[in-house]
């Protein structure tokens, strides 16, 4: 979307809460109120080309999309693209010549999608986790320990193998590992797949019950690891000279699409950081919108460049 050529300003970025606009009604009249601010701002006469998207807009199809806390809309005198949100955030609209993006960027990067592989000594159940929702996976013909003598390796062996190729069509998202540290140690040894990750754990008993409390820190170690990886990147990269905090340089290298990996200080931010990111993304670099503490590097932007492998 940031690098279509036909798209033209002004653009409306508006993002809404169902908590606080419930109805199309409500909704409506906050249309009524961009475009006050609208005609104050710019000329009247391309209110309707903005209104037109913005009315036509399914309000109430948005707020009965699973999952969806609300949604984000970004209208160009040509177009408008909406996204789902998932992330409470409040209801705000923002007129400039660039899209308001840093709100969306967070909520992406927040976004977690994996398989969770509950695994007992003589049983296991297999589940979809997409942001927090949780799905379970119907397993037909699976593996059935009392078949085996309860032989725990060779059940543990055939589990590897049918999970595998399940998914041998489409093993794109990890699967993390839930067992307690006897049977996690014992799968870890024989299971092949290649996206299994072996280094989350959990240690409380696992059940039924407990499946929100499990993705919940499954989620928190998915962010540790990320913040870590981070630093790590960056702290590599400050050693070839191939890392900045200074603003003046990371313009030019923004403009120059010489940024792989751009980290904005979401407790200090300014309009110029979000412009940042769009051009960084403009060039297919990467960007991370990140509280102080999880930042690499005291400082309100910081950027791995291109030249840095």
């Known amino acids: 979307m940031l690098t279509l050529d036909y798209e033209m300003g002004p653009f409306i970025s508006l993002y809404v809460t169902f908590k606080e606009i419930s109805n199309k009604n409500e909704y409506l009249n906050l249309i009524q109120n961009i475009k006050t601010k609208f005609i104050n701002k710019y000329d009247a006469s391309l209110w309707s080309k903005y209104e037109r998207k913005l009315k036509k807009f399914n309000f109430d199809r948005a707020k009965h999309v699973d999952n969806g806390t609300g949604f984000a809309l970004f209208v160009s005198v040509k177009a408008i693209h909406s996204f789902t949100l998932t992330k409470n955030t409040d209801t705000k609209v923002m007129m400039s010549d660039t899209m308001d993006i840093i709100p969306l960027i967070k909520e992406i990067e927040t976004e977690l999608h994996y398989r969770l592989l509950v695994l007992e000594k003589n049983s296991f159940r297999l589940y979809r986790v997409d942001n927090g929702k949780i799905n379970e996976f119907n397993l037909v013909n699976k593996p059935i320990s009392i078949l085996l003598d309860n032989d725990q390796n060779k059940f543990y062996q ?7 190729d399940m998914f041998k069509d489409d093993d794109y998202l990890p699967t993390v590992l839930i067992a307690n540290d006897e049977n996690h140690n014992l799968y870890a040894k024989i299971a092949k797949q290649p996206k299994l990750l072996k280094d989350i754990t959990y240690e409380d008993d696992v059940n039924e019950d407990n499946l929100n409390d499990i993705v919940d820190k499954v989620n928190q170690q998915f962010y540790k690891a990320g913040t870590a990886n981070n ?42 950081y979000n412009d940042l990111a769009i051009t960084t993304i403009g060039f297919a670099g990467e960007v991370f919108v990140l509280s102080k503490e999880d930042m690499p590097v005291n400082a309100n932007c910081a950027v791995i460049n291109r030249q840095y492998v």
């Open 231 to 272: 630093k790590f990147n960056y702290e590599k990269a400050k050693a070839d000279n191939a890392a900045s905090d200074d603003l003046n340089e990371i313009i030019y290298d923004a403009t120059a699409g010489k940024i792989d990996t751009l980290f904005i200080n979401e407790d200090n931010y300014e309009k110029l």
């Open 158 to 164: 055939l589990v590897d193998e049918y999970i595998t």
